[in-house]
């Protein structure tokens, strides 16, 4: 044994931590090779949910080494959160449907696929430079994964609110499809006339299509519900498409 240390998680960072763990201070003990992003991981926190590491006051990098007897400080990340890309690209886990949806109909580049494994997400994430968004513990620990984020939230209004509360990402609502994540183009109606319905003819003349599946898109009833989703994320609607 090479002693211990006390770790002092801030924020919200306890939610991670077993409950026969918590406390105000958790100690650790120390074996001459871990690292503090290691010993942190230990108590069940996921590195990309901390921000800072101090230690004795002053700020440390993961890979420090504690020595016996150090006082830890370990803060959540600083919201709004940096982005890796401009504009942002974000990739949803399989549980995320919901989520994926909303963050589309914002116009936000919002990657899902059910058939997704953990090791694809992984992957993807690295490759195309996407935050992983997601609510398993797991995939947060992945060392291939460089960007993500752990979604607060059982509802779906409520993982959207953190989404934006971390990030503060740019928004361009009615842009993007939400069946497929396609960008929407505007079209005219003699161009989509015959895929559409004879009432939806008679009754719209506004439409867009989705440049990746072809879907056509309109402001039909269910304009008003997403609507709602705009005007709650601060946005005042555009003339996009339902």
Known sequence: MHGTAVLRLGGDLLRFVPARRRGQEIRVSLDGTSTLGHLVESTGVPLPEVGTFRVDGSRVAPSHRLADGSSVDVDPVHRPQPLPTSPPRFLLDVHLGGLARRMRVLGLDTEYDTAAHDADLAERAATDTRVLLTQDLGLLRRRAVPH???????????????VLDRFAPPLDPYTRCTTCNGELRPVRKEDVADRLRPGTRRTYEEFSTCDRCGQVYWRGAHSRALDAVVRA????????PA
């Open 148 to 162: 993500a984020a752990y979604v607060r939230g059982a509802r779906t209004a409520e993982q959207l609110a953190d």
């Open 233 to 240: 994320a601060g946005v005042a609607r555009g003339p996009g």
